[in-house]
């Protein structure tokens, strides 16, 4: 059953719609067929509730979270305009009460968006037939519940939902492990087993004891149980730490057929967002920079220029303490292009120590509209700022690093240093915030517990919600689980064995 | 259609109210959590359930902004409860939701929580009150019961009929024909209604702690009689050594000094009793608070006064004993010699808010 919300565009915007679609064509932009359908307010929230797909499993986060939209909308605290899924054909749901300059605005920025799943690189893997698996992600999970018990099941997503940012966003980009051995590792192997197994050469008898002498081989033997040994100790399992840890769970965790199932289902969907926070910068810069362009060169009218001036503002705004992706992207974006149609760029400019040259410079290149186009393709966010963020643009956009101080609990503006600010943006993006968690031992002190490692990088863990979290791992592992961490400047080891949490931290190094 | 989103939320609901419920005790012994009081409903604040991952905490965290500031300058409080996402500035401290509850959710709640019986009202089932209910609709009546949006659709529906109506020029005339208006029926309801006569002591040594107390458990006194009766009339005395008849808000704020007689509550009981219930037809609750301190020579006639004039007539009464620095807390001790006799007489010591729980469970527990 699909949601009935399907009504043909009104003609306005549908002729809206195709005149923004040719203007995007026009410039380049190259998109999977989109879809725009009206909806109220109450329509949107839900579909903002479920990610923007119109059947979801049953859960009461999305109760939750529709419950603020509403109460967010009707205190006049916030606001959708639009929302856009990536799937193709794309769906673009537009709110009906939105007046006819923003419904312009808001189709131009979602062809900027559809350009931008269609092309960048790190949605390339995401399933553009998303609507249907997620309805059959539905289907499946109240098959579930039809057989085991509402309950049963909720409390059960909720255990996996605590667990679902342990994927590793990577993946399916590279070839982490490879399943064969490689051929050191055979070698050695194939020294420790011997040939024969003895280490004996191939002698005559009467000249044996001469080639092959007794204490030499025993002395042999030794060393190669000790190796043998050695050899046991690095079978460690897993191999290697593992960034996919809820793939490790499924694999390895004693669990039911339909748990497996459900476990599956979460770390699937969480695949499938997980693009999204890695370019949420260039993705909203990418399509502001859009309906920017195609607004101002050809949207816009003479009456409806205020309204969009107060909306794209309103978009654009910058707090001290939140950074806003559609600015950050957008500004960085136009600096790229001025810098390409400028030439500024490469060895020759890099290397200029004349500033009013290099302020100054401009080789009228024009590369700058393919530049940008190139950055969308092959960027995420990280790459984007490692890239391209420049002192100048630092400067410019007044950016700072702030820190929290633990004395007095406030955070403070830390540095307006290039480089920090750039460390510390980089860092604030990678993993989308989120600490990188590792399966180091599935089998810890050879008692099959599980061990897992938080990758410190400065910012140490909630310790609550780790303790919680640790609880609904235990869930699912059924036997002891422990993370590494650091607690208080000191490297910890928090535990929990399915009746009470212990804290081993180590001496401060 | 029942949409997804409706079930989803109403499962949320549920899991949010059984916050509520799993936490009762807290919410009844400290009154001041339950957040706006309406007629109907009552709000409380509950912290937003969340799923718990692991997350960043504050310590180490920070990121980056845009704008003005020196370096060193603060930009913003950390929360001590917050979940620093990494991007610092991004963190949401604990959200509270409020959960909108009918008082009659919050009574069945309470009713849950200490196993309270449901009341039987006293009196016979003949004992009933007429009430006209405007149920229908008739052709004749007086203007004052006109019904508007009736009359207006039926002048329109002849006017379009006969093709009378010009949609440019929309004036609708109704005629006598037109005109509708309310009708009632007069129905008999079983009378169950309830008094609830509060009476407290308000001398020198009973505190704002005290009063606090005497709050709290009234509000849930109130919210249960409430749900057990088509309607509850209240009644606040005040007391030292005289009694008045206050209102609400006056029964929560005075403070007086001076003596201690009760026995002058009981003489307004009985008055106010006489004066608007005649026990035939109300189911009648007096609730005493008081710190037991009394005038000595005053108990025996309190005694005599409760026998003569209250237990024959009421459902229930109940002392409250509030400990408090400055009383005796004798009063209590003369009761207990009377309490074998009268099974309406309910006495419950109440030491501090902790204890308001149990207490309420004391007064109410009996089903009467």
């Not at chain 1, 390339?124 to 037939?129: E, G, I, L």
């Not at chain 2, 001041?32 to 957040?35: A, K, Q, R, T």
């Given at each position: 059953m699909v949601v009935t919300t399907h009504r043909p565009l009104p003609k306005v915007l549908c002729d809206i719609q195709q005149e923004m679609e040719q203007h995007a064509l026009d410039y380049g932009l190259d998109f999977f067929k989109t879809i725009f359908e009206v909806l109220d307010y109450e329509e949107l929230s839900m579909f903002a509730a479920y990610g923007g797909f119109p059947v979801r499993y049953p859960h009461w986060r999305f109760g939750a979270q529709y419950d603020e939209l509403m109460k967010g909308y009707s205190y006049g605290l916030q606001k959708i305009y639009e929302m856009v899924i990536n799937t193709d054909p794309c769906y673009a749901y537009l709110l009906s009460c939105n007046d006819i300059t923003d419904q312009k605005l808001v189709i131009a920025h979602v062809y900027g968006h559809c350009d931008f799943f269609k092309n960048n690189a790190w949605f390339?893997?995401?399933?553009?037939?998303m609507l249907d698996q997620m309805a059959n992600h539905s289907t499946r999970v109240n098959q579930h519940i039809d057989t085991y018990g509402y309950e049963t099941v909720e409390m059960f997503i909720d255990t996996c939902l605590s667990l679902e940012s342990l994927i590793d966003p990577y993946s399916p980009h590279i070839r982490r492990t490879q399943k064969t051995e490689s051929k050191a590792d055979a070698k050695k192997r194939s020294e420790i087993e011997g040939e024969g197994g003895t280490g004996r050469f191939p002698a005559k008898m009467y000249m044996d004891r001469y080639i092959n002498p007794e204490d030499v081989l025993e002395e042999e033997a030794d060393q190669k149980r000790i190796k043998a040994q050695e050899m046991a100790d690095q079978?460690?399992?897993?191999k290697e730490r593992l960034r996919d840890v809820l793939h490790f769970l499924i694999q390895y965790a004693p669990l039911e057929d339909w748990q497996r199932d459900v476990l599956s289902i979460i770390r699937d969907e969480a695949y499938y967002f997980a693009p999204q926070g890695q370019t949420k910068i260039m993705n909203e810069g990418w399509a502001s920079y859009w309906h920017s362009t195609i607004m101002t060169k050809h949207g816009l009218t003479d009456q409806g220029l205020i309204n969009y001036a107060d909306h794209h503002s309103g978009t654009m705004a910058t707090s001290p303490n939140r950074l806003n992706p559609y600015k950050l992207g957008i500004e960085l974006l136009k600096d790229i292009e001025e810098r390409w149609d400028k030439g500024q760029f490469g060895p020759e400019y890099e290397n200029c120590s004349d500033m009013f040259a290099k302020e100054h410079w401009d080789k009228d290149l024009g590369l700058g509209r393919e530049k940008i186009f190139e950055v969308r393709r092959i960027h995420n966010d990280i790459t984007f700022i490692d890239t391209f963020l420049t002192p100048e643009f630092c400067y410019k956009n007044q950016m700072f690093s702030f820190a929290f101080n633990d004395s007095n609990r406030t955070y403070e503006i830390q540095s307006r240093e290039f480089q920090q600010v750039k460390q510390q943006l980089l860092n604030s993006l990678s993993n989308h915030g989120r600490p990188a968690i590792y399966v180091q031992d599935g089998n810890y002190k050879n008692r099959g517990e599980l061990y897992l490692e938080h990758e410190y990088l400065g910012v140490e863990l909630k310790l609550d919600y780790a303790q919680d979290t640790l609880v609904n791992l235990h869930h699912i592992w059924k036997r002891p689980v422990n993370i590494e961490t650091v607690v208080d400047d000191r490297p910890t080891i928090l535990s929990y064995d399915g009746k009470k949490h212990s804290t081993d931290s180590k001496e401060k190094q | 259609m029942v949409r997804r989103i409706d079930r989803d939320q109403q499962r949320f609901d549920k899991i949010i109210k059984g916050k509520v419920r799993q936490q009762l005790r807290k919410y009844i012994n400290h009154g001041?959590?339950?957040?706006r009081k309406g007629r109907e409903t009552v709000s409380i604040p509950v912290p937003n359930i969340e799923i718990p991952h692991f997350q960043h905490g504050e310590k180490g965290s920070g990121g980056v902004g845009q704008g003005e500031g020196e370096v060193g300058e603060a930009i913003g409080r950390g929360k001590s409860d917050g979940d620093g996402q990494g991007e610092a500035g991004n963190d949401r401290g604990q959200h509270i939701r409020e959960v909108e509850l009918s008082l009659e959710e919050l009574a069945d709640m309470l009713g849950e929580a200490l196993e309270l019986p449901r009341i039987e009202p006293k009196g016979d089932d003949q004992l009933t009150s007429e009430k006209d209910r405007y149920t229908s609709i008739r052709p004749t009546g007086p203007d004052s019961l006109r019904h508007f949006k009736r009359t207006y659709k039926r002048a329109l529906r002849r006017m379009m009929a006969t093709d009378n109506y010009d949609p440019r020029d929309p004036v609708i005339i109704p005629t006598k024909d037109d005109e509708r208006f309310r009708s009632w029926k007069t129905v008999s309801e079983p009378h169950t209604n309830a008094a609830v006569i509060y009476m407290m002591d308000v001398s020198g040594s009973m505190t704002d702690i005290q009063k606090e107390i005497v709050r709290t458990e009234s509000f849930w006194i109130d919210t249960w009689l409430k749900r057990q009766y088509n309607g509850i009339e209240r009644r606040y005395i005040v007391h030292d050594a005289v009694a008045h008849e206050v209102d609400e808000d006056t029964f929560y704020r005075t403070r007086e000094s001076g003596g201690t007689r009760i026995s002058s509550a009981y003489r307004a009981t009985d008055q106010i009793i006489k004066r608007d219930f005649p026990p035939s037809m109300w189911n009648i609750y007096c609730f005493q608070f008081s710190d037991g301190d009394n005038w000595g020579e005053d108990n025996s006639e309190c005694i005599e006064n409760l026998k003569q004039n209250i237990f024959p007539i009421c459902n229930l009464f109940c002392y409250g004993q509030v400990k408090s620095p400055y009383g005796s807390g004798d009063f209590i001790k003369e009761l207990r010699k009377v309490e074998e006799e009268y099974d309406n007489l309910i006495l419950s010591e109440i030491d501090d808010k902790e204890a308001i729980y149990g207490s309420i469970k004391t007064f109410l527990g009996t089903g009467k």
């Open positions: 390339s893997h995401t399933n553009r037939k079978l460690k399992f897993p | 001041e959590m339950i957040g």
